[in-house]
């Protein structure tokens, strides 16, 4: 059985930069630990001898030559923005951390 | 912003605590594309130019490995000794911050593919560090912010920022070393031979333009202390914003004062990211870091794994090129060097200019002499850095073998070469345009020196007289008469021979 709590929810929504209401916290609570107690017991009928997946396909090594494509125009880049200055995407401030 | 941290006396730090350092190293490799799309890799441009729906995180964009650029991170753990990974993948590293626009950097988490290196560098006396890898991985590089309003474009007080996404999805390495401890109070020092092992090392492979002016090498340095004979490691500081090799050591030399006043008052040091500020040398608190379970990495789905095979490998270990380091102690050992005189060519950036001096025929003793002296000037005066000059080695050695044969004095050679650097042409033009050989001539030297000694007859009858160093003046008349394109030596023989003193 897992068991999400209350807490790990609202620093989950603040990771995701989502607003829940305290109401919420409690449902979702709930939610997520039927949906963890589902995938546990996917994991349960894996053998040990199947190893854990990203991918449905059994590929790997798949690249691309170093060559050049064409991209975007900066006004195609800039089509869909909100809103953009001296060709640049403009944000809103950005609060009290630096990457 | 300043600030007005107290700081301890350094050799009071050493004595007191032993500084453990991790270096964390991103180098932007210098391939044609970006890591997973098709656009251009290359410096500036007008922003937001070198973009497509995948490196921008538009929905339905599918990136794509560039091939290139594994080469290259394989290369770079093979020459840093780690193991390759038989198998790895890529991760996500979910962050909300418009530098990344996919809102996650693609990059590599706990399946690196490589690992477990190490790195032998020379600090300045000579001495051997072994710095442990932990390992090497693949990421992308993220956008240009650029912060309006408030005083001169920093974050703080700004009222909106402004996003240039060329450098988004730009291939990037990141090299992380195990903890270095031991090192006491050279760890500064260590750290900024450390870094410039790595960025010699790159450079010599030709994977980056390690360039930390422009940001392709960038240094994270994680700084931590603890009590002498304590055995648990202290909380560490992260110190970004490192943007040149003595910049590490004072940033590693800061933090270690720093951490020290902070702990010897009984304090305790915060966990965070702190910007080094070049002009005064000091570390200002950044962000608070967020821990790893915060990025809420998983592998990346739109990426199939990476699983390079033993040839592959074993072909790209074939391209490793000789150890900068090694190559220095080889030249060191095959020229008879001093450790000053290896310095000296180490420190004008010579070593490969003389090199391929010597192969096109110089003997090394001059090849050095003129790089590490005269164009090393003439590269100061122009302010240009000696390999950028308009001379190639085979134009020195060109010079250099009319001087061994007589066609040049120095001080005509010097006149050859300031030709070439004025781009006036190869020495034998420049020598030809300038009219610039020696005269070697016997015949119209002797008219000179006859001319010479039939002006000065009281020096002439000194040296007929025995006084064979008065021949000196007349050697100074001939070379002033023939603009100083004659054999010094050889007039003095005409002289002597000429009043019957040989």
């Given at each position: 059985m897992s068991n999400i709590s209350r807490d790990e929810v609202a620093h989950l929504a603040k990771l995701a930069r989502m607003a829940v209401t305290p109401e919420e916290l409690d449902t979702f609570a709930g939610q997520l630990d039927q949906i963890l107690d589902a995938v546990a017991e996917v994991g349960e009928v894996a053998g040990d001898d199947i190893p854990p997946t990203s991918h449905a396909v059994p590929l790997t090594n798949v690249f691309r030559t170093d060559e050049v494509r064409p991209g975007l125009s900066q006004d195609a880049a800039l089509a869909g923005a909100p809103a953009a200055e001296e060709g640049r995407f403009r944000v809103p401030r950005i609060l009290g951390e630096q990457q | 912003m300043t600030t007005t941290a107290e700081l301890m006396d350094y050799a009071e730090v050493v004595e007191r605590y032993d500084p453990v350092l991790g270096l964390e190293v991103h180098v932007e490799l210098s391939t044609k594309t970006k890591m997973f799309c098709g656009c251009p890799n290359s410096f500036g441009g007008d922003p937001n130019t070198h973009v497509c729906p995948v490196c921008l995180g538009m929905p339905g964009a599918l990136p794509v490995v560039n091939g290139t650029a594994v080469e290259s991170a394989i290369r770079i753990g093979l020459a840093l000794n780690c193991d390759i990974a038989q198998w790895c993948r890529f991760a996500r590293k979910n962050y909300f911050y418009p530098d990344m626009p996919k809102n996650f950097q693609t990059s590599q988490y706990d399946e690196p593919i490589a690992f477990d290196g190490h790195l032998d560098v020379v600090l300045d006396d000579g001495e051997v560090v072994r710095v442990d890898i932990e390992r090497a991985h693949m990421e992308e590089d993220t956008g240009k912010s650029l912060h309006v309003g408030g005083a001169t474009g920093r974050i703080h007080g700004a009222e909106h920022s402004l996003l240039d996404y060329n450098r988004a999805g730009v291939p990037l390495i990141e090299i992380v070393?195990?903890?270095?401890?031991?090192?006491?109070?050279?760890?500064?020092?260590?750290?900024?031979?450390?870094?410039?092992?790595?960025?010699?090392?790159?450079?010599?492979?030709?994977?980056?333009?390690?360039?930390?002016?422009?940001?392709?090498?960038?240094?994270?340095?994680?700084?931590?202390?603890?009590?002498?004979?304590?055995?648990?490691?202290?909380?560490?500081?992260?110190?970004?914003?490192?943007?040149?090799?003595?910049?590490?050591?004072?940033?590693?030399?800061?933090?270690?004062?720093?951490?020290?006043?902070?702990?010897?008052?009984?304090?305790?040091?915060?966990?965070?990211?702190?910007?080094?500020?070049?002009?005064?040398?000091?570390?200002a608190a950044g962000r608070t870091k967020e821990t790893a379970e915060d990025y809420r990495y998983f592998p990346e789905p739109d990426l199939v794994p990476i699983a390079p095979t033993r040839e592959w490998v074993d072909q790209l270990r074939a391209t490793i090129p000789e150890m900068p380091w090694q190559r220095r102690k080889r030249i060191q050992d095959d020229w008879n060097l001093t450790d000053e005189e290896l310095r000296d060519l180490v420190n004008t950036g010579a070593v490969d200019l003389v090199a391929a001096t010597v192969d096109a025929g110089a003997a090394q003793a001059d090849a050095r002499s003129w790089w590490v002296q005269y164009l090393n000037q003439a590269a100061t005066a122009r302010e240009t850095e000696l390999a950028d000059l308009a001379i190639t080695p085979a134009e020195v050695a060109r010079v250099i073998a009319l001087v061994g044969s007589g066609e040049l004095t120095h001080k005509l050679a010097r006149q050859v070469v300031d030709g070439v650097l004025d781009g006036e042409g190869d020495p034998d033009q420049v020598i030809e345009a300038r009219g610039l050989k020696v005269v070697s001539d016997?015949?119209?030297?002797?008219?000179?020196?006859?001319?010479?000694?039939?002006?000065?007859?009281?020096?002439?009858?000194?040296?007929?007289?025995?006084?064979?160093?008065?021949?000196?003046?007349?050697?100074?008349a001939v070379m002033k008469a023939t603009k100083g394109q004659a054999d010094a030596a050889r007039v003095r023989e005409l002289i002597l021979e000429r009043v019957g003193a040989a």
């Open positions: - | 070393t195990k903890p270095i401890a031991g090192m006491g109070e050279r760890a500064p020092e260590v750290a900024r031979a450390y870094v410039t092992a790595l960025r010699d090392l790159l450079r010599a492979m030709d994977v980056s333009d390690v360039r930390m002016d422009q940001g392709s090498l960038r240094c994270d340095a994680n700084v931590s202390l603890m009590a002498k004979g304590a055995n648990e490691f202290g909380t560490r500081t992260e110190t970004k914003n490192v943007n040149s090799l003595r910049s590490v050591e004072r940033a590693v030399r800061y933090e270690m004062t720093r951490h020290a006043a902070v702990l010897a008052d009984g304090g305790s040091i915060k966990q965070e990211t702190r910007h080094f500020q070049e002009a005064d040398g000091t570390t016997d015949s119209a030297l002797l008219a000179a020196v006859d001319e010479a000694l039939a002006a000065q007859p009281d020096v002439a009858d000194k040296i007929r007289g025995g006084k064979v160093q008065a021949a000196g003046a007349i050697v100074g």
